[in-house]
């Protein structure tokens, strides 16, 4: 097992990483001082593969325990969910001593954060991610939220957890697309903050995508480092850790434009990040080498790496004005400065499609 701590004052928290942990989530969260009843919050095909491992480790530990279902997918991740789970919160007669646990990726665990946060003004919540991503990014650093018609993530907190626990064992059962996805976030990582750990994904990128057990527990491990580092630095996004969406403003606008149903978060951001790094490249701050090196990288991920030819650049880069953190008609993107390193600079649409515009576009899906 290896642990990485969050620090954070008194919010700090220890994320435990390893193989077959699920058993031993009861005694965790003792060693974390954690009492009170327990509501475990999952989704039907999540909970049928591993509640009942873990309600079973929370028996043995002596906690009693509930079990609230939502439906699956990121379209439930809503208020009406949101609602059903409160009112399981509720019949149970949960009070404030009360701790959530997120069993599942982020929907879950932002869904039940977000529940955390706000059922009898803040009860305690331990995250346990099942997915790559919800690993590497969702389930660590405290943002929570449910999403509302006009927008994702509208309605949220920041809210920490008090425990993360990821077993590795989970993984064998995510569909290779999702593991994929998930991989996306891990190379953004790395481009924007360690470039050694950008040499180690290109060397094990290969029993990466093999889901070998070794790499993927390393890679998980120090993105979780990556990370805790940024969000202690700047915990509610005053600054820095808007660097955590390199990637991400074409990312968000490519799935909002294909309605969520095209690509996976993880796949857009994929795609958002080659982007990002040809504007940087653009200002002359990434070389063409390094350019090709996050591009391959994608690739060999098994990640889409160019805006479909079917999607005009004027549509997404539209959408991205019209999105809340554009401001005078500027958007702010995270560029990389080398791998490694970033920086921010604001962008008209005019100048974005200028520089996108002039790059090779791959021809669109059959
Ligand atoms: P997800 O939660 O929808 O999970 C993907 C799919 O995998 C679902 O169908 C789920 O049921 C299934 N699944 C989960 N674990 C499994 C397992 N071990 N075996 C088999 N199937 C499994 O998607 P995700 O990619 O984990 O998370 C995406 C969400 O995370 C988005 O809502 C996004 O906004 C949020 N997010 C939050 C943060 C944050 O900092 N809070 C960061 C990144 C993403
Ligand atoms: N996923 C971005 C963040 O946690 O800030």
């Known amino acids: 097992m290896q ?34 009843r327990v509501g475990i919050v999952s989704n039907p095909p999540v909970a049928d593969l591993y509640a009942e491992e873990l309600r079973e480790s929370l028996r043995e530990a002596g906690y009693e325990t509930a079990l609230v279902l939502i439906p699956e ?72 939220a449910v999403n509302h018609d006009q927008g994702k ?41 360690d470039a050694g750990y950008f040499g180690f994904l290109e060397e094990e990128m290969d029993a990466l995508a093999r889901m070998e057990a070794a790499a993927v527990e390393e890679a998980v491990a120090v993105s979780c480092r990556i990370k805790a580092a940024v969000v202690e630095q700047d915990e509610r996004e005053e600054d820095r850790r808007a660097i955590l969406n390199f ?8 799935e909002a434009f294909t309605g969520y149903e095209r690509f996976l978060h993880g796949e857009a951001v994929a795609i958002g990040m080659i982007q990002a790094a040809a504007l940087s490249a653009g200002q002359g701050l990434l070389s063409a080498a390094e350019l090709e090196r996050i591009e391959t990288l994608v690739r060999r991920a098994g990640l889409p790496w160019r805006i479909p030819d079917d999607i005009a ?37 005019t100048e974005i499609v200028q520089e996108l515009a002039s790059r090779p576009r791959p021809a669109p899906k059959r």
């Open 3 to 36: 642990t990485v701590t969050v620090n954070l004052g008194q919010r700090s928290y220890p994320i435990e990483l390893g193989e077959g942990l699920l058993s031993r989530v009861g005694e965790l969260m003792k060693a974390q001082g954690i009492g009170g």
């Open 73 to 144: 997918g990121e379209a439930h991740k809503n208020t009406a969910s949101l609602g059903s789970i409160y009112d399981a919160l509720v019949e149970h007669r949960f009070d404030r001593s009360a701790t959530l646990i997120a069993l599942g990726g982020g929907v879950i665990g932002d869904i039940t954060g977000f529940a955390a946060a706000t059922f009898l003004r803040g009860v305690g919540y331990v995250q346990i991610p099942t997915t790559l991503l919800a690993q590497v990014d969702a389930s660590v650093g405290g943002k929570t």
């Open 153 to 193: 993530n509208l309605i949220g907190a920041f809210h920490q957890p008090r425990l993360v626990v990821i077993d590795m064992k989970t993984l064998r059962t995510l569909p290779e697309r999702e593991f994929a996805a998930g991989m996306a976030e891990v190379i953004k990582h790395a481009v924007i903050q």
């Open 247 to 254: 990637g991400h403003t074409i990312g968000h606008a490519l």
């Open 313 to 349: 650049l004027e549509d997404l880069v539209a959408g991205m004005a019209l999105d809340k953190k554009s401001h005078a008609g500027k958007i702010k993107f995270v560029l990389c400065e080398g791998i490694g390193s970033t920086r921010f600079q604001w962008f008209s649409a």
